[in-house]
């Protein structure tokens, strides 16, 4: 049996609810950030009605991973961040269809959007005319940039943001190049952050009785929260500081002499003597160069040397044994299969094969996060096909048999 098949099956919950049923979320973004933000809104019991344009759906859906087992590419992508969604699919080209797009706006708690800034006001549906008409609703604006500023109609994927944000300059690879996360870093952190930035606005209205407001939440900003006091310290000092700064000394990755890495962090003076210890150098602690964080920082080649040597004898099981003796923050570098396998990883369940309802093969996805004990959240539905809530939510809004299908004729809507 495949560490994958020995996941436990997740099965639906649509019974389940959460803290935030009875929140209805309007979904009109695209690909990453926008599907993340309200993936954490439905995984807790909100009602999210993704929006997609008919015939060919939410760009996410193409993100497809190939590979020799799977020749038509894995939608792992859609299958994890469009769960606990229904879909509407429409072509907002279409008069009707559109004036549907408006009333379903208008059942709503929240709008979240990811056009060019511009785009929602030239379909009439700008911030002014949905506040006029609900002034609760929070409407929440995914850009790249912003919804000001000289930079605000250029094209803003996360790639660029990740450049620009001073990530790729801090991390460099071999020959000094600069390096972009080989992950959707900047849209899953905007992701969070607006989810966030949602929750905050809502209680304004809910518990406060103010009024919705827009959140100007574009990709740029998030990034730049996360990235340390770098800019403080130039600020501070004139200096830039280098490529690839380390923050504290020792730490870093370590190769085994097994072939596998692990991680270690002696970020505070107790721990950096306990690596020491560890390595049999427990009188460095007394040495000048190396009894202070900002000493041993100054010193750090020597003393990762020392370190990478020390390991490059050991088994990563024997040095994760040896280092945790002594009480070391270390832990192996590890990739998919290992995660899979991990008891503390497989004990907490964090992933799970989450059955499909049309006869398919189990997604394996991560569990909802963050855990809540007294009200958790859960997967009630597998992730829509294109449309396929599209006659049930019409019909929610007060359209008949005949006007959908009629609507359907004409291509202003599909329904699978």
């Known amino acids: 049996m495949s560490a994958c098949q020995a996941l436990p099956i997740q099965q639906l919950q649509p019974s389940a609810s959460g803290p935030l049923q009875g929140v209805r979320v309007v979904d009109l973004s695209r690909l990453v950030a926008g599907n993340m933000l309200t993936l954490q809104l439905a995984d807790f019991g909100a009602d999210v009605i993704k929006v997609e344009a008919a015939g060919s759906g939410d760009t996410l859906r193409q993100w497809r991973e190939t590979h020799p087992n799977h020749p038509d590419g894995f939608d792992g992508w859609w299958q994890t961040y469009a769960r606990n969604k229904r879909s509407l699919a429409l072509d907002l080209r279409n008069a009707e269809a559109a004036g549907w797009l408006r009333r379903l706006i208008g059942t709503a708690d929240v709008l979240v959007e990811s056009f060019r800034p511009g785009t929602l006001e030239a379909m009439g549906l700008g911030p002014d005319v949905l506040l006029a008409a609900q002034p609760s609703l929070v409407i929440v604006r995914l850009s790249g940039w912003g919804q000001s500023g000289p930079y605000r109609e250029l ?25 972009l996360p080989n992950l959707a870093m900047a849209d899953m952190i905007t992701g969070l952050t607006g989810a966030f930035a949602t929750l905050t606005a809502l209680r304004e209205v809910e518990v406060r009785g103010g009024r919705g407001q827009v959140v100007d939440l574009s990709l740029l900003e998030p990034m730049l929260a996360i990235m340390g006091p770098d800019v403080s310290a130039y600020a501070a000092t004139g200096v830039d500081p280098k490529p690839g700064h380390k923050i504290a000394s020792p730490r870093g990755s370590y190769r085994c002499k097994d072939g596998l890495w692990v991680s270690m962090s002696g970020s505070t003076d107790t721990m950096a003597r306990r690596v020491f210890q560890a390595i049999g150098q427990g009188a460095l602690f007394d040495d000048p160069r190396f009894a202070t964080n900002a000493a041993r920082l100054a010193h750090d080649k020597e003393l990762d040397a020392m370190v990478a040597d020390f390991i490059a004898d050991l088994t990563q099981a024997d040095c994760l044994a040896l280092f945790r003796k002594h009480g070391v923050t270390v832990g192996p570098i590890y990739a998919p299969p290992q995660l899979l396998t991990d008891p503390h990883v497989a004990q907490r369940g964090v992933y799970v094969r989450l059955e499909t309802d049309d006869g398919t093969e189990p997604t394996v996805m991560h569990q909802v996060t963050p855990r809540l004990q007294g009200t958790p ?26 006007e959908c299908a009629a609507l359907q004729q004409q291509g202003g809507i599909e329904c699978n």
């Open 155 to 179: 094209p803003g994927f996360g790639s660029l943001i990740e450049g620009f944000s001073g990530f790729a300059h801090k991390h460099r690879g071999e020959h000094g190049e600069p390096q």
């Open 377 to 402: 959240g859960s997967i009630r539905r597998a992730a829509p096909r294109r449309g396929q809530h599209t006659q049930e939510l019409l019909f929610e809004l007060g359209a008949t048999p005949d």
